[in-house]
């Protein structure tokens, strides 16, 4: 995921005292692949017009699972584009989230629940590293599948240690959890949206959502429509079936789905109609999929975090080889979905047909 960038972006990239800074903003753009600080400060913004604990649990994931990769001598080039940056912070934001008796802002780690945290960030640069090579061979890469796994065992382990208080989980996290006979409106729509981009970084706060895209917008506009059609799509979905107002309202049946919707819309399949078509099938899927996933876990009490893209994802990128009309772009060469198209376009593509 290297990208071409102007001169202006990557003028930190190497700097001796500001390359870790910069780095780290990567990896926040990463969760939603962005590899440009801008859009990595803007989201880091996003969460702290949420919550300044949430923003500031962000930074010490990515920091610390940043700083794991760089001591452990991962590859530097992997550092520098933020790839082992990014679950380190969606696993501290998850500790957080689901351990706080207010979901929506968080609270303040206890020093038992902050020395966690930082071992599960630092676990995820070890894990992305140990995917990345078990999934190398299959030109995959490893998205967001680190912080999930760290994030189920880690969360799992909390039920056992009195030090650090299980909390509530007071957001819930299947669908039975809902009222069905609330009616759909129109902050249904436009604050389920935003809440569904929100919630990928764990934010329940539609305004943040929208923030976010205007971070992903500023490295690539088909990105941020993408990821608005991924959660529109999803919620559409929803409502369609029968899902509950309440879910579809805080963005649960569609965070999922817009990361799928990025992963798929451009980034790693060159754009096309035939690629655009078999986005939308994934983003269906992946809606129908969080739901099921999501009863499947809730007699263990646990989260569905970003699994569901994870699969589907992992599922369609592994099946686009045996379709002539996708393009796929490999993952070291994915950079943005315009860049891809152009690359493509002029036949300086090294993506595999």
Known sequence: ????????????????????????????????FQNNPLSGLIILLALFFNSWIYGTICILGVVVATATARMLGADRGLIRDGLFGFNGALVGLALVAFTSANFRTGAVPSPH??????????????????????????????????????????????????????????????????????????????????????????QDNWISGYLIILGIAVNSRISAGMALI?????????????????????????????????????????????????TLFGIVVTTWLWASVAIFLKP?????????FVLVTWLMLLGQYGFKALIPVLPPDATTPEDNRRRHLSGADRAVG
């Open 230 to 278: 991924g959660a529109a799509g999803a919620a559409l979905v929803a409502a369609i079936f029968g899902g509950p107002e309440g879910a579809i309202r805080d963005g649960l049946f569609g965070y999922n789905a817009a990361l799928t919707a990025i992963a798929l819309g451009g980034f790693f399949l060159v754009l096309t109609w035939q690629s655009f078509l078999y």
């Open 113 to 202: 629940l902050a020395v966690y945290i930082v071992f599960a960030a630092a676990m995820t640069a070890i894990v992305f590293q140990a995917i990345g090579t078990l999934l190398a061979p299959h030109k995959v890469a490893a998205l967001t599948a680190p912080f999930v796994l760290t994030g189920w065992l880690f969360l799992f382990a909390v039920l056992k240690f009195a030090a650090i208080e299980a909390g509530p989980l007071a957001k819930p996290v299947s669908p039975e959890q809902y009222d069905a006979a609330v009616a759909y409106v129109l902050p249904t729509w436009y604050m389920g949206i935003g809440n569904a981009i929100g919630q990928i970084f764990f």
């Open 300 to 308: 263990i009490g646990m989260p569905v975090l970003t699994s569901t």
């Open 1 to 32: 995921m290297t990208q071409t960038e102007v001169p202006f972006l990557d003028r930190f990239r190497d700097h001796p005292a500001l390359g870790f800074v910069d780095w780290n903003l990567r990896g926040i753009g990463q969760v939603v």
